[in-house]
C-alpha cells in the first residue's frame, strides 16, 4: 500500500505558484520523498527528492516538514505545460516504487 | 545523455498470445524496474533486475516474467495474455537501484490486448 495521501486534483492560475501537498504520516526516518510527474500517460518525469532538508532544483522546490510527516512540492510559476498528475513517494523498498494515485493538477489560462 | 528507451511503443495481440517487451535503461544504469500502469490498478510494480539477476518482485502472476542481459538491457514476457493485460507498461532505470539511486522512466509501451 502507498504510505503517502494526496488530493486527487487541484486548479492553479497560470504563473502562479503551484503548491502540491503530499501526507507520509507513516514514515520512517531512512525513508526519502520522491517526487514524479506524468503527462498524457507518458513515462514519469522525476522532478525531486528530499529527506529531510528542503531541496531545490531548476523544476521545484520540496518543503518537508520539520517532523517529516508531510512535504509540499512547488513549482514557483506554473505554466500550461505543468498540466500533469503529480506523484509523491515514499522510498520504503530500495529496489521498487509504490505510488499512490497522485494528484491531478490543472494549470488555467 | 539518452534516456530510456523502450520497443515497441504500441501493441496490439489477442487473448491467449504471448508478447516481448523491450527496455534499454540510460548508459550505466545497471538497475532496471518494470511497472504496469492501469486505469483501475495505477501503477504497479512487476519486477526489478540487477546484473542479470531478478532481485524484487511484485504481486503478479507467473504469466509475467522478465531477463535482464549482460549490457543492462532488459525484455518482460507476457504468456497467455488476458484482456486485463491491456496496459501501459513502463520500464525504470537506475545506476545501483538503491534507496537514494532515482529511477528514470521510459515513454512505456501501450499493449492492448483483443
Known amino acids: 500500500d502507498a504510505k503517502t495521501t494526496q488530493p486527487p486534483s487541484m486548479d492553479c492560475a497560470e504563473g502562479r505558484a503551484a503548491n502540491l501537498p503530499c501526507n507520509h504520516s507513516?514514515?520512517?526516518?531512512?525513508?526519502?520523498v520522491y517526487w514524479y510527474r506524468q503527462i498524457h500517460s507518458q513515462g514519469p518525469q522525476y522532478i525531486i527528492h528530499?529527506?529531510?532538508n528542503n531541496e531545490t532544483n531548476e523544476m521545484a522546490s520540496l518543503i518537508i516538514t520539520e517532523d517529516r510527516k508531510s512535504s509540499t512540492l512547488i513549482l514557483p510559476h506554473a505554466t500550461l505545460r505543468d498540466t500533469a498528475v503529480y506523484y509523491c513517494?515514499?522510498?520504503?523498498?530500495?529496489?521498487?516504487?509504490?505510488f499512490g494515485t497522485g494528484t491531478r493538477l490543472k494549470v488555467l489560462a | 545523455k539518452a534516456g530510456v528507451t523502450q520497443t515497441p511503443r504500441y501493441l496490439i495481440k489477442t487473448r491467449g498470445q504471448q508478447v516481448t517487451l523491450s527496455c534499454s535503461p540510460i548508459s550505466g544504469h545497471r538497475s532496471v524496474s518494470w511497472y504496469q500502469q492501469t486505469p483501475g490498478q495505477g501503477l504497479q510494480f512487476l519486477f526489478e533486475y540487477f546484473s542479470e539477476t531478478q532481485r524484487n518482485k511484485g504481486n503478479f502472476p507467473g504469466r509475467f516474467s522478465g531477463r535482464q542481459f549482460s549490457n543492462s538491457r532488459s525484455e518482460m514476457n507476457v504468456s497467455t495474455l488476458e484482456l486485463g493485460d491491456s496496459a501501459l507498461y513502463l520500464c525504470a532505470s537506475s545506476f545501483l537501484g538503491g534507496v537514494t539511486d532515482t529511477q528514470y522512466f521510459g515513454p512505456g509501451t501501450r499493449l492492448t490486448v483483443l
Open positions: 513517494i515514499v522510498r520504503v523498498d530500495i529496489y521498487k516504487y509504490i
Open positions: 528530499g529527506l529531510k
Open positions: 507513516t514514515i520512517s526516518g531512512n525513508e526519502y
